[in-house]
Every structure is written in structure tokens, then in C-alpha cells.
């Protein structure tokens, strides 16, 4: 199965690269490895604001990765000329808003790591991070970037 029949079957249409809302590029390429810029949580086309472990729990700080991640794929679709250039996924950092007590970051970026395997197969299978933090720009819940490297 390709990556847009994967896509269809997913219910997933791609969006536009999403305009930056400070001094940075939505994304670099250098060589054949492609450096995505954090991408936030969107709901609804606002940004989805929240803590975890405050006013969010994993589950919905999970489906705002799995969000983040379909906005992550609309940028890197941009940058390597289409998803099927995409050679490897190799690495995510993935930041969760959360209160020092929330310790579920990593199921949180699951939500992530999840939507990404199920349209790259193995070539999804990537290293990553997961960190908590006090704040995410915005507000927003989470934060993911990210690095593929593209034929």
C-alpha cells in the first residue's frame, strides 16, 4: 500500500505548511536529511491549549500529538517533494506542557510515534525524546520537530 492509499485509509488529508509564527523556517533541507521546526497542537484550527496533568490528560495529550504529527507530515510532504521521497523517519524531540508532577510524556508522544508508523511502516520506526516542560509557545499543550531523512 503507498503512503496516500495509507493516508486515505487513515482519514488523513494533508494541510499546508503552516506559516511561522516567530523568526524561523517551517523547515531546512541539508543534503538528504530535512530538519523540521516545532510544530504545535492544533484543534479545530486553534491552537489547543492546555497542561497535562493540569486540565489534559495522556489521552488527549496523545490524540494532540497524533495532531501535531498530521501537521508535521503536511510540512515534510513540502520539504521532500512529496511523502513517498521520504527514505526514514530518524528522529523526533517532542515537548509536553505538563506540571512537574505529570510523568506520561512518553505515552503522550506515542500519539506521535504511532500515526508516523502507521504511514511509513519501518521506515517510521524512529529514535526520539520526550521532555516536560512549563511552558509551549501559545500555550499549547505539546510540541513536536522533527528530522527524515528524503531521497
Known sequence: MSIAQRLEALGITLPPVSIPAAA???FVRSGNMVYLSGHIARKDGQVWVGQLGKNLTT?????AARAVAIDLLGTLNAAAGGLDKVVRIVKATSLV?????????????NGFSELIGEVFGEAGKHARSAFGVAQVPLGACVEIELIAEVA
Open 24 to 26: 524561523y523556517v517551517p
Open 59 to 63: 489521552e488527549e495529550g496523545k490524540a
Open 97 to 109: 506542557n505538563s506540571t512537574p508532577e505529570f510523568t506520561e510524556h512518553h505515552l503522550v508522544t
